[in-house]
């Protein structure tokens, strides 16, 4: 009840917060056989750490992620697999002088009506370092994914206004900002760099694009899959809103537009996003987030105390100015785990039920 | 694991076909001591009917909800809500034709590739009478939330691509398209009227408002309120986009923009659309959703058939020319069982971890 | 949250009571393909239904099961199966006089407890009719199952302290005690023309034996198969113990007397009924259940009011004089949801996991 | 679906293997404001490890549980608490011998028939090992039920065939075996003298009294609370039957002899064991459970190899001779977060649905 797994078939627990020990996450319902070492986190794990680029704040947390179950001689076993990440650098007193003001666009406010207090329930629980665990888990989801030919790729496409106009995949891994378009990325930069020194933070739009996937994935009445993306993607804190395809743009469109026409070497044009009546068609799936931008800004804005008392609040130390390009590792990951859950839903449905061989284009 | 149940205290579980003897829920979870008769399910269900307007299909069905369990003397017992609602126009007959060839924009083809059949596995149940049985489930949940002053109105913002202006409550339930603008509502009539004439069929945008919600609803990690939000409202046919508050547009705001300053009084604007880290912050809770224009048009498209042939299908008979205003309802419902459940959560996480009293705008 | 589902794979929920329109099941997750028709359900509801023999109360009820949905030219489809069983006699008022006190033995006492009414919350839930859904669903898990060779048969052991020495299968079925020793079935039917007498009741020892069942089902650590099966029992109001093979009488033996030793051909003994480890291990499962002596007697008993005062109650009216026979399907039902769930875990996961081929004495 | 998991508001998932860094386990749902640290764990992870009495086994495991999340300063935050257990004594070198053979009684033979293998998937669940994690939890659960006055105590009543005829509270804490008769006790040491001679091994029964139990535990149908103590106890491997009150006996008596008649001081006698109709009555809970002999012994004993071929196995080394006593911290731990799930459960109904107050004897 209280929310904190994920997924049905692998579903994964997150605990841990900024404040304790560690985070982490118990992965149950993975299948054995797969290679796993602490080695394959440290690349995923890094894209999320704070302090890479030169606009992200410089905190050095070093992600090391231990293993502490469920894997056997460098296999996994079909146990549950517990990943645990130690906190290095506690940062509660960071923000104690924070702790009687609501700081506007954060969770302060509800956390504080829905507990009663800053530190105790839930406490650490809406901080970003719980996003650490998220992909972690990840990483295993992608290794279920990988051998058998789903890959996901989350970037920018959107940054503080600007908007990528072409799109070169092989911009995306040399790009800071995971930007498919060099031209925009310069814009984009610049942005970032207006906003620094405004003191003010900027948000953006990440898209997802999933290769590889076998028609069949997503339930028909509520686990759809794009249901499913949805809640995954939403549940990430930056996230305000989520579309599949053509998305909000589809309103926009006639039936004749928007249909996508079926030919024999599949569809002509993929406004669906690769997802059908909630089930995925085989072709690339396409899902886009509205990244909301930082809350915490040096700018002086208004605020009340617990007691509800008016005041100014003005945010200093070093804070990222954009969610992006951190929160990419995040989303891929949500993409991940609900994309392996729902392949293994297919493969147990088909094994159960019976159905169609795989196929995708 | 096969997806048709919802929710967590209130758990509602769908079932039936459009071929079958008819389609019903089954609501887990309800409180006790609510008053509830056939009667109250009348004018939802009149609004999900098809062939109310002009536009709409003229299909006559006449929902009835048949209440077979949960209710003794007119009142909720705890026990679980059995709602059944007959079929009175078996409609296999009419798709028949259809079968050999896949829709373009239906769900055809990902069923034929999930089942290998069209009418087997889960036949029927992307047909958009399945709908009605989440409108009856919502009925329950609005009685949940009423008496709590929770109150849940989705209307119609946008039509084929016609924005409605301005916004007037009073407009809304005077208007077939449900439009908070009557001047919009002409162009968007014309727009349908013209649609019509093309045998083509049109999208929109239907915005819903909660007002009365308390702060506090949501859970902290994967069951954000936002999160169980998107999926709810995703897993609904048509809808291929859902935001909160600012939803795309804060992609675009600088933090100071797009934070809502807080004052004693509440929050000075809204763009976070009452959620706040995945909780409810006691203002209003403001969801969109991106209908896609009915795939069914009377223009010739290309698919292929089952062998994977190239064809021409044109589709004849008398379909809906836009999921809204139908929609409407359905939305509402899924919004409403979201809402009940974690407003449950949320008084029993009250009861058992106590929190702050409930405040609301 | 209020327990009126089970199962994970095969997921059943029921629903009804009875004093209102009838009760029934939804059941998620059935495979499709699978012939069902009405007339399936007719045989397994009579053994069921009250005053088939001399010793039951002959009140009349004619179960006819209504299938709803999830079935489609006589073949299950995947989708949800939908079963209704009218009610047809209702017998609110019958039970009327009794309300005002708290029949010994029974749940009265402690449904006012808890929901602080007799008949509103759950009103009727803790019936004997609830049981009637679960037959049903034991009919369509019986579908699954039989095509594999996996038969569950539940038979009378012991009856008012009356053992059956002998055990004929062929006894069985041309029981009415469902007794495979003939000659103690004479005893027992003694024993309960002697309690009818003395207007008092019987309670006994129900035995299952599962053929059929291949190694493998199971889960390692909460979800064992004895576990799930003790669950699956222990939930009929009727049952107040379990055990799995040698059971309690496991605890009288040693090591070397309770181990099956394990030959080329099998286990040479049977003590671990089937199961170690949670996990059936291909030999015969056996189960057994403790049957209580039906609570509704004639004998004058001590009571009490709702307001606490000190009161005699006598039941009046005709009662049946032992849960068995009639729980004997019952108990069957439970076993076989339970399988049916379990077998297509085992199948998912074989799919999914890998793992050796089915192997069965 | 891999069963990793147990409860519904209070949920704890166990991880890890005898062969690995550890074990452990997250719970999800635990109230905030509790009392807790590392210290709390101690005496019960004590009275779990072997080789504490003369009779047990001389392993050395210091159980020391490390609190990784969900307490800060010292109080429960209502966040998921994550206990981690280091292994000490890694011990997969001591059975690599007998790898190539199945032991009787073992579940070797299920785990080969399931996976394929003994070391990858589920390696080390099996492992009495794994109930370490089950203890943790328990404590937890302990401290949730403490504060409402629900007590949990078992006991000892059977071993090697010796019935303890008395019953004295203080005996319990004193006697090795926890035994509540000094006399039985000193017969069933000397049965364990005489079983270790023999080279062979003892079962028993335990028996679980809860006091201070209010009415209204469990749920009507399915989850009624004697359904999920039966699941929770039935569950742990050593575990072949239970029974609830009178259990087996129950079914040689007579309704007039198994009612508990009702004063107004309450029931006169307890054959209900404190449920009825599933849900708690007020009075003591009384559970047995039958523990069979430890399958690890000196004796010599048939049985095959992976290829089928028939072998002898002779157990060398240092094994327990009984389960008892150190399966009865386990029983207790399952009992107490069963009981701490359902106590949260009534709790939050009784918010949502109302109900009576809490009342017990």
Redesign the interface.
Known sequence: ??????G??I?I?????S??????T?I??C???IILSSEDFESEMARRRPGQGAFDTPRKEEDRV????????G?T??????L?IPNRDARSKTYEVLKAL?R????D????????HF????????SAR?TAARVAAGVVAGKILGPVGIRVMAYTI?L??IRAESFDMNEINDSPLYCPDSKAEVLMEEALIK?KA?E??????VEVKVTGCP??L???????L??????????I?AV?????????????????????????SGF?TNR??G????????DEIVIRA????????G?E????DRE???SKIRMTGRFDLCAIPRVIPVIEAMVKVTLADHY?????????????DE?RR
Do not use: C, W
């Open positions: 009840m209280a929310g904190n797994s994920f049905e078939i579903r627990t997150t605990y841990g917060e404040h304790g020990k560690g985070i982490g118990v149950d319902g299948p054995s056989g231990e293993i502490l179950s469920g894997v056997f001689e296999l076993t079909g146990a549950p697999i517990s645990f609501f506007p666009g954060h969770a406010y509800t956390y504080f009506m829905k507990y009663g530190d105790f329930h839930g406490a650490g629980r809406y719980e959107e503080g206004g906003a405004e003010d933070s900027l948000g953006g739009i028609a069949g997503g339930e028909p009445v509520f686990d759809k794009d249901a499913d993306l949805a809640k995954a993607v939403m549940s804190g305000k809103g989520v579309e599949i395809g053509a998305g909000f743009d589809a309103a926009r469109l006639k039936g004749s537009e928007n249909n996508d026409p079926i030919t024999p002509r669906a996003g997802i059908l009546g909630g089930i995925s068609n085989g509205a990244v909301k931008p930082i809350p915490s800004i700018i804005q208004d605020t009340i509800g008392r008016p293994l839903r297919f493969r147990a449905a088909k094994a159960l039920y019976g159905g169609q196929r």
